[in-house]
């Protein structure tokens, strides 16, 4: 009997186990598929351009052709002049690194079905839309999970939903795959996740994960350093503060120096790359081309507002995710407290940056990398939202449902004239005139 007791409550467990899971799966492919469809849509026609027309996005690419293809990394495809015979990329290798397991198989395919081994391939682009798709329905995943930490799982889908169809991201996914932003977003979503399991008491791989995913955040962004405030924070915050945290990444210390190491690869690759071109471990490569941060012309007003890329003007479901967030800052919340604090250094930092608005590209896409951590907020918007009367709801549902095809039409009329010093508020209403109207 006793045999027979301890088999149900396996068979409950597993079941409970799957039940938990099967939004996670549902959601992975929700957001992959429509990525890697819409992606499809956009580029099958201009697949020649695929590489070329990338500009930024094939220096995140150009490592992976030049290290499996040409062997030659003194001149990439996309880099700036320093001599004669060297030239310094601005951007890191941290997306080749998550890019390499369909880089290998694209270049296996090409091989396979006689096309050139160039590393610019038709496969090579096809792998690099998967690519982003793949790792856009990890970090919706990543996103939910740690959104369902603070929440509760209706809120928590809501939530990556709404920001998946109300903002910049899924442009960055189809228009743009080969830029740095849904990487990040991977990343820091895992990143974070990882941080509260550590702070719970962690498994393994969530070690392993949070220590990788975090230096490879870093590399591939150096701004993205601010979000080790969310750990940090949390931990100190905790009934057993730092120390209990400290002590669960080392009850698992092979998995703790497994991480390390993997985190550690990359960065030693990368400063081998820049001792080889410069002669320095650590090398911007924008200091060569005189780009700098202006701490003294902050423009975060711009940054938030601005027609030219303005993160609330392209993306005012964030109206609602910030107002959230301050609320509960304002009730003492602690993770709302953090995200508020790491929100606020990255508009900052990105404000005095002499090209404050990041130059091409829809919307704010310097923020994108947050996504994951605003999830947070949205969610308990949404639970709260859900508590309320039906009429509270269906109205939500409407303003989310024009958000939503104002994104989605703000995304078909963009072009390069709306990151232009020309472009302006009247040209901006103009084209959401001609949304509204159905045109």
Not at 28 to 54: E, H, N
Not at 77 to 84: E, G, P, Q
Not at 106 to 118: A, I
Not at 317 to 330: K, R, S
Request: aromatic share 18%; hydrophobic share 55%; charged share 15%.
């Amino acid at each position: 009997m006793k045999a027979k007791s301890r088999t149900l409550g396996a068979r409950r467990e597993r079941a409970r186990r799957a039940d938990r899971h099967l939004p996670e799966w549902l959601l992975f492919m929700l957001v992959s598929i429509l990525c890697l469809a819409g992606a499809w849509q956009l580029q099958a026609d201009r697949m020649a351009d695929f590489f070329p027309k990338a500009y930024d996005g094939l220096g995140y690419y150009q490592w992976l052709p030049a290290t499996f293809v040409t062997h030659d990394l003194n001149k990439m495809f996309w880099c700036h002049i320093i001599t004669a015979d060297k030239s310094i990329s601005l951007f890191t290798l941290g997306v080749a690194v998550l890019q390499l397991p369909f880089f290998l198989l694209s270049q296996w395919l090409g091989w396979l079905f006689g096309y050139g081994n160039t590393g610019f391939s038709t496969p090579n682009a096809v792998a690099m839309m998967v690519s982003v798709a793949v790792y856009a329905g990890a970090g919706a995943v990543f996103s939910f999970k740690l959104a369902r930490r603070f929440s509760s799982t209706p809120a928590a889908l809501l939530a990556v939903v709404g920001i998946f169809g109300c903002s910049n991201l899924y442009f960055f996914a189809t228009d743009s795959p080969l830029m740095s932003h849904v990487y990040s977003f991977f990343l820091i979503a895992l990143f974070a996740w990882c941080s509260v399991r550590i702070v719970d008491g962690p498994r393994g791989w969530h070690v392993v994960a949070w220590l990788f995913s975090g230096a490879l955040a870093v590399l591939i962004r150096q701004v993205n350093i601010v979000v080790f405030l969310f750990p940090l924070l949390l931990a100190w915050g905790s009934p057993g503060g730092l120390p209990e945290a400290w002590r669960n990444l080392l009850k698992n210390r092979t998995a703790f120096i497994t991480g390390l190491l993997l985190g550690v690869v990359p960065w030693v690759l990368q400063m081998m790359y820049w001792y080889h071109i410069t002669g320095h471990v650590y090398a911007n490569g924008y200091d060569y081309k005189d780009e700098h941060f202006q701490w003294d012309k902050m423009v975060p007003g711009l940054v938030l507002f601005s027609p030219i890329s303005g993160w609330f003007v392209y993306s005012p479901v964030f109206l609602i995710v910030v107002a959230t967030l301050i609320v509960h800052a304002w009730r003492n919340t602690r993770t709302a407290r953090a995200i508020l604090l790491i929100l606020v250094l990255t508009v900052l930092i990105y404000s005095a940056w002499w090209c404050w608005w990041l130059g091409a590209g829809y919307g704010y896409r310097g923020l994108i990398d947050l996504y994951g951590l605003l999830t947070i907020p949205f969610a308990w918007f949404f639970r709260s939202v859900l508590r309320r009367s039906i009429a509270l709801r269906v109205f939500t549902a409407l303003v989310l449902f024009a958000l939503v095809v104002l994104n989605f039409g703000m995304l078909r009329e963009y072009c390069f004239d709306w990151c232009k010093p020309t472009w302006d508020l009247p040209q901006l209403m103009e084209v959401v005139g001609r949304i509204a109207a159905g045109q």
